[in-house]
Structures are given as C-alpha cells and as structure tokens.
C-alpha cells in the first residue's frame, strides 16, 4: 500500500505518545535498511531552512537523534536500488550499472522541482512533506523503477507518489513527547518552500558518529541547471 501522509502522522504521533517510536541503529552488515539508493540533492537554501527545522525537531526529540535535514546530509530518495545495506565503493560492479542508468535517465530529465508544503511525525522521525511541481519528479521516479524490476514493482507500491526529506531520524528515545507532537501538529502545513534538485546521485549511507548520512559514489547533473545557480525560494 503507498505511503499517505495523513496516514504516516497518525500512526507515528500514536507511536510517539506511547512510547513506540522505532529507533534506528547505524548500517552494518546484514542491515535491511540504508541500502544502496537513488537521491536527489536540494539546493543551497532548501538546506538551509531544512537544517533550521531538523534543529528545532531535535530540541524537543531530545538528544542521541540523528539530523537528517542537517545541511550535508538532507535530501530526497527517488527510491531504493538495494534493500540490504553493503559497503561498497564507485568501482563496484553493480555500482557502475547504476551510476550508468543514472546517466541516461538524468541527459532526458529537466530540473526536479517540489513544494514543502508541511511536517509529518513517522514512528522513525520528523519528515518535511514535498509535493511536486509539475510531472517531472514521478515521472523521473516511474522511469527508474521501470528498469529496476522487482524491487521497482515493490518500491512503487511503497513509496506511490509520495515524497519526503527526513529532517530527524529517531536513535534515542523522545525527551519529550508531547512536545514534539504539539511542534509538528501546529507545522502540518507551512507556507510551501519551493526547492530545487541541480543532481541526482548513487549513493551507500554511512554512520560518521553521529548520523546515518548518504555518501555519494555517482553523480549526474540535471539539465537545465545554470553553473553555480541557486533556488530556493518561498512560492
């Protein structure tokens, strides 16, 4: 079943209150989740006002949570590539294939514009909700997951056409709860933000001591990004 955001707040601010929330723990061997993903970046200021809500988030989650949204480490998945976590580097073989998929979807893609348009609580974490545009984000998404076979049939029934940045990922338990609630309760919806993906990249997700962050091992440019250009602005 895909993923609503009315449905993914109600069942995390109900797992919040009882103290359920799921932590995560770092990627290691083994690990089911933090495989080998799609992601796009957003552009400098879209960071910024994400970092700026991950650190609010975090005053009420209390400390030992991961900060996603922090700049460096915020983005959107278009979609998984891998379910079980596997370091690995830019030369591996199925890395490559990726990266070379990657390439050839990104030459025909135009720039990927969203909306955020509000918070959502999960039992993981605080989200920021993103609605796109125009068709060129599901479109870019359905492209991928066509040539990805199972696991794309899987990730689409996932993911549907929903999108979100994780601005906290839950490690620790909540400090507090009500707190935290009430914070994303009164930003379910937030004077949308436009923001901007200038690349699409492969990325593996690595622990550096105090998040889960992706690490980019390929790249490709979307065109019709200026050099050096900069979105990012309320709309």
Same mark, same amino acid.
């Given at each position: 079943?895909?993923?609503?955001?009315?449905?993914?707040?109600?069942?995390?601010?109900?797992? #919040?209150?009882?103290?359920?929330?799921?932590?995560?723990?770092?990627?290691?061997?083994?690990?089911?989740?933090?495989?080998?993903?799609?992601?796009?970046?957003? &552009?400098?200021?879209?960071?910024?006002?994400?970092?700026?809500?991950?650190?609010?988030?975090?005053?009420?989650?209390?400390?030992?949570?991961?900060?996603?949204?922090? $700049?460096?480490?915020?983005?959107?998945?278009?979609?998984?590539?891998? $379910?079980?976590?596997?370091?690995?580097?830019?030369?591996?073989?199925?890395?490559?294939?990726?990266?070379?998929?990657?390439?050839?979807?990104?030459?025909?893609?135009?720039? !990927?514009?969203?909306?955020?348009?509000?918070?959502?609580?999960?039992?993981?974490? @605080?989200?920021?909700?993103?609605?796109?545009?125009?068709?060129?984000?599901?479109?870019?998404?359905?492209?991928?997951?066509?040539?990805?076979?199972? !696991?794309?049939?899987?990730?689409?029934?996932? $993911?549907?056409?929903?999108?979100?940045?994780?601005? *906290?990922?839950?490690?620790?338990? *909540?400090? &507090?709860?009500?707190?935290? #609630?009430?914070? #994303?309760?009164?930003?379910?919806?937030?004077?949308?933000?436009?923001?901007?993906?200038?690349? @699409?990249? #492969? *990325?593996?997700?690595?622990? &550096?001591?105090?998040?889960?962050?992706?690490?980019?091992?390929?790249?490709?440019?979307?065109?019709? @990004?200026?050099?050096?250009?900069?979105?990012?602005?309320?709309?």
């Amino acid at each position: 079943m895909s993923v609503r955001p009315d449905g993914i707040h109600q069942r995390g601010r109900s797992a #919040v209150l009882a103290g359920q929330e799921r932590l995560d723990v770092p990627p290691g061997p083994g690990s089911t989740r933090w495989g080998l993903s799609l992601d796009v970046r957003l &552009d400098p200021a879209a960071e910024q006002h994400l970092d700026a809500l991950a650190t609010e988030a975090s005053a009420h989650a209390g400390p030992g949570q991961w900060l996603t949204g922090a $700049r460096g480490s915020s983005h959107l998945t278009v979609t998984y590539l891998e $379910r079980t976590w596997r370091e690995v580097g830019a030369d591996d073989e199925d890395v490559r294939r990726y990266a070379a998929l990657m390439a050839a979807l990104a030459a025909g893609t135009p720039p !990927l514009r969203w909306r955020i348009t509000g918070l959502a609580l999960a039992d993981r974490g @605080v989200l920021a909700m993103a609605e796109p545009v125009d068709a060129a984000p599901g479109a870019f998404r359905a492209a991928v997951l066509e040539r990805l076979g199972g !696991l794309g049939a899987e990730e689409a029934g996932y $993911r549907g056409s929903t999108w979100w940045a994780t601005l *906290v990922h839950f490690a620790a338990p *909540v400090a &507090d709860r009500a707190a935290l #609630v009430d914070w #994303v309760d009164a930003r379910l919806t937030l004077p949308p933000l436009l923001v901007t993906a200038e690349r @699409v990249e #492969v *990325v593996r997700y690595a622990y &550096d001591g105090v998040r889960t962050a992706p690490v980019a091992l390929s790249a490709a440019a979307l065109p019709g @990004v200026r050099e050096g250009a900069a979105g990012g602005a309320h709309a």
